[in-house]
């Protein structure tokens, strides 16, 4: 039996594509009803004091009369981003196995499998910047097929170098480089 090299695992591993749905919906929609409540809170006991936009009055929306409709549609708009986030496409784990890496993971409610040939393969290493900070990234080319990029902060780094030893000593001369620390598994690499 061939070994099974896990490249990535997701944060909801082991959770069924329901269930997952469920506790991102639930958690986003809870997380963004309460920042909308708080400003509600804040307007509610003018904690702001009065609203002013340089120098003007409130604009119509903080009217009375148009209370009911901006409430509807903070209402929808909590709702319709927390049902994209639980439907949003999430990885469950991506592995190689022989000559194919395999990502499973979850496109709405539904669980998917895609395989992709390692045969006319390409990885390359990209840098960007994310959320403030430095992300690095492998990712992984097959003709005909998507892109797959693999997060290469992870826990499976003998995996990782196994799979692409350049890519991860590129990625090393980057930690160096920036004078973040190298780990302990990627030490030997450069």
Known sequence: MEPLHILDQGEWFGYSCEAR??????????????????FYLMRRF?????????????????????????TWAAAVAVASYSMYEATAFSREVLYVKGSTMTETGCRGFQPF???FDL???????????????DASKMIVSTPGKRDVAVNLDSKFYPNLVKFAPSVMAEYV??????????PHELGTLD
Do not use: C
């Open 119 to 133: 045969d006319g393969m390409t990885v390359v290493f990209q840098n960007f910047h994310q959320r403030g900070r």
């Open 46 to 70: 003018k904690l702001w004091g009065n609203i002013r936009f340089g120098g003007l009055a409130a604009p119509p929306m903080f009217d009375r009369r148009f209370l009911p409709f901006v």
């Open 113 to 115: 499998e895609e395989n």
């Open 21 to 38: 749905a469920a506790w991102i919906f639930a958690t986003h929609l809870l997380a963004v009803s309460a920042a909308v409540y708080g």
């Open 173 to 182: 001369r980057r930690l160096r480089r920036d004078g973040e620390p190298v």
